[in-house]
């Protein structure tokens, strides 16, 4: 398996313009995670999706984030408009049902808002 | 509220053994979970312990008391490729990770 699918790798963007990262998880996985990590956040919870449900979208930061996930093999994460303090790393990951074999993580899309 | 709690930077020499340690507070506990992550990478999975006690793989182990909500890496033979930060996360009643803050692991030769 090629493992958690990100892209793209590097993004940079003007303040104000739509930014769509996409995630294509490990096949037979159930559940998606769209994480944040910043130096001064750490790693963040954005959402996660179970079967292509989304669960728990409590860690999205405001309107401007959304994300899909329209069938089990692929997943978008959109801002819109971007702001300077969206710049992170975003990460995806997926993980088996009950994850004891731990979650995958992509290879992230570090985000550059300027 | 969920916290899990790890120091910050921990310093060691290339050859010894370092021991990064964990506390956690949970609302429903099913088990601690260990990830690498080095710079400019993305976390990947180290060690999962579900049962009180000492797993091991390679010269990585990882150790959990469940009584003390309570829990470490421990790492033998350290090599400068070792050089990463370490995150605990623990698994939640629904079945969901709570991460820590990470810790710096710095070797020195």
């Known amino acids: 398996d090629a493992g958690v699918i990100q892209s793209p790798r590097h993004e940079v963007t003007e303040m104000g313009q739509e930014v769509t990262l996409r995630c294509k998880p490990i096949?037979?996985?159930?559940?998606l995670f769209w994480y944040r990590q910043t130096m001064m956040r750490g790693l963040e919870l954005l959402i996660y999706?179970?079967?292509?449900?989304?669960?728990?979208d409590s860690g999205m930061p405001e309107d401007r984030f959304s994300a899909k996930m329209p069938n089990a093999s692929f997943s978008t994460l959109k801002i819109q408009p971007s702001e300077p303090r969206d710049s992170a790393v975003y990460f995806c990951a997926s993980r088996e049902d009950r994850g004891d074999y731990g979650y995958t993580f992509g290879s992230g899309t570090r985000l550059t808002v300027v | 509220g969920q916290s899990l709690e790890q120091p910050s930077e921990v310093t060691a020499v290339e050859g010894a053994i370092v021991q990064i340690n964990c506390t956690y507070q949970t609302s429903g506990f099913y088990g601690l979970s260990w990830y690498q992550q080095h710079d400019g990478g993305a976390p990947t999975f180290l060690s999962y312990?579900?049962l009180d006690g000492l797993e091991e793989t390679g010269r990585f182990s990882s150790f959990l008391s469940r009584s003390d909500s309570y829990g470490y890496l421990l790492l033998q033979e350290l090599q400068m490729k070792d050089s990463a930060s370490y995150f605990c996360?623990?698994?939640?009643?629904?079945?969901?990770?709570?991460w820590g803050a990470g810790t710096k692991l710095i070797i020195k030769p």
């Open positions: 996360a623990a698994k939640d009643s629904n079945y969901q990770l709570i």
């Open positions: 312990n579900a």
């Open positions: 999706f179970n079967n292509n449900v989304p669960i728990d």
């Open positions: 096949s037979g996985h159930d559940y």
